[in-house]
């Protein structure tokens, strides 16, 4: 059995080759999140953390929130902070360039797991909120 990390992912992604009791080989996908507060603002913090981590869902999500003028109405955890629109949606399509053709874990492989489901694990672990878009 052989552990290794994935590099081809973004975030990067450590595989486990492990067996059930009875032999049956299987593996555990774990992505590997970089954690660690980018900005002094939360709006940045969050862009930047979403585009660090391949989060191409938010990404488009929050372009287009910010981009209709809706951050009051569609952002979860938003405190009216002022921000330059120009230059918050520069920074989300420089990320939705960068990843465009990176895979993400969560998309590469079975993991059970969405975008949205790691974003209370990335909160708990940077012990602060992050803007985002909640998908219905």
């Known amino acids: 059995m052989k552990d290794y990390i994935d590099i081809e992912t973004l975030p990067h992604c450590k595989i486990e080759e492990k067996k059930f009791d009875w032999g049956e080989?299987?593996?555990v996908q774990t992505?590997?999140?970089i954690l660690k507060k980018?900005?002094?603002?939360?709006?940045e913090n969050s862009i930047i953390f979403f585009g660090e981590n391949n989060f191409k869902q938010q990404l488009l999500s929050l372009y287009?929130?910010?981009?209709?003028h809706e951050e009051f109405e569609r952002l979860e955890n938003y405190m009216g902070e002022e921000f330059s629109r120009k230059t918050v949606l520069e920074l989300i399509?420089?990320?939705?360039?960068?990843?465009?053709?990176?895979a993400a874990p969560w998309g590469k492989y079975d993991i059970g797991f969405t975008e949205y489901d790691y974003i209370k694990y990335a909160e708990e672990q940077l012990k602060e909120s992050l803007y985002y878009v909640k998908i219905q």
């Open 25 to 27: 080989p299987y593996s």
């Open 31 to 33: 992505a590997i999140f």
């Open 38 to 43: 980018f900005s002094s603002s939360q709006l």
């Open 64 to 68: 287009n929130v910010i981009n209709n």
């Open 93 to 102: 399509d420089s990320f939705i360039k960068k990843n465009e053709k990176i």
